[in-house]
């Protein structure tokens, strides 16, 4: 199954630790960006403070 999106804005990355809650992947982004070559998406990533225009893209 795929997204079919053209674009994919990883919003949920870079927990420190671990917790009970939630346990983040190994390398989260190269895991995602790997996917998305495959199915010829592209992924923006933002800096905090960053904004993206999906109406410009």
Partial sequence: ????AKVLLPLHYG???ETVVYIEADDP???VEG?????G???VTLEPGQTFDASRD
């Fill in 35 to 39: 996917r998305a070559a495959e199915a």
């Fill in 1 to 4: 199954m795929s997204l079919q």
């Fill in 29 to 31: 982004l190269a895991q």
């Fill in 41 to 43: 998406q592209r992924v």
């Fill in 15 to 17: 927990v420190k630790g």
